[in-house]
């Protein structure tokens, strides 16, 4: 019996360690990696946290530090997504390709969206932030000045102050925020995400 326990704390500890893989060191504590399940084709499915059109706070992004990146300009009457990560985080680091693919296809079907990737890593990351810089990213990438400011600004958006990332923040045309997602993105959200922003009055059809 003793055997199938110590059997069964192992397993356990290998679960929880299996979303914290990185790059290189060492993640820190409160912000593991998080994978999700796939949602399906509904908003409140796919959001951890919604608000109704109009309804939502305005949130502004923490202080950042200065950090060389492409600059994106944002199409009038878009979307804003935010992406919380990290170089650290593995699965915030895979689905980048993935939001790239949204990217193209919502401007495809005339669905605009912006897209901020907002880094909390530490100041000795810049080495790691900007060997990520040179690759196709699916749009700049903008630096958390203070990781002691990142904490206040989950609570800004509706999460958990020690929330996992990856994160992702939905600001709709009005810049109000519309979804809040904690955990990591699948293909098959695809349609979610789709039909939350042409939900929006005005938006292309």
């Known amino acids: 019996m003793r055997h199938l326990t110590l059997i069964a704390a192992a397993s356990l500890a290998s679960a929880v360690c299996a979303c914290d893989e990185k790059p290189q060191g060492e993640a820190p504590s409160r912000f593991a990696g998080v994978t999700k399940p796939a949602a399906g084709a509904s908003a409140t499915a796919f959001c951890e946290k919604t608000w109704?059109?109009?309804?939502?706070?305005?949130?502004?992004?923490?202080?950042?530090?200065?950090?060389?990146?492409?600059?994106?300009?944002?199409?009038?009457?878009s979307w804003r997504w935010v992406n919380v990560w990290a170089t650290w985080c593995a699965p915030c680091v895979e689905?980048?390709?993935?939001?790239g693919k949204w990217r193209e296809a919502l401007a495809r079907e005339g669905l605009p969206v912006a897209f901020?990737?907002?880094?909390?890593?530490?100041?000795?990351?810049?080495?790691?932030?900007?060997?990520?810089l040179k690759k196709k990213l699916p749009g700049p990438v903008?630096?958390?000045?203070?990781?002691?400011?990142?904490?206040?600004?989950?609570?800004?958006?509706g999460v958990s102050r020690d929330a996992a990332i990856p994160i992702h923040a939905l600001f709709s045309p009005d810049g109000r925020l519309r979804c809040?997602?904690?955990?990591?993105?699948h293909a098959q959200d695809?349609?979610?995400v789709r039909a939350l922003i042409r939900s929006?009055?005005?938006a292309a059809r």
């Open 52 to 77: 109704d059109e109009g309804k939502g706070p305005r949130v502004a992004l923490p202080a950042l530090r200065q950090l060389e990146t492409e600059k994106q300009s944002p199409a009038e009457r």
């Open 95 to 99: 689905e980048m390709g993935l939001l």
């Open 116 to 132: 901020e990737l907002l880094s909390i890593d530490e100041p000795d990351a810049e080495l790691a932030l900007r060997a990520l």
């Open 142 to 157: 903008k630096w958390v000045r203070a990781t002691d400011d990142v904490a206040p600004w989950f609570e800004a958006i």
């Open 180 to 185: 809040v997602r904690v955990g990591a993105l």
């Open 190 to 192: 695809y349609g979610a």
């Open 200 to 202: 929006t009055a005005g």
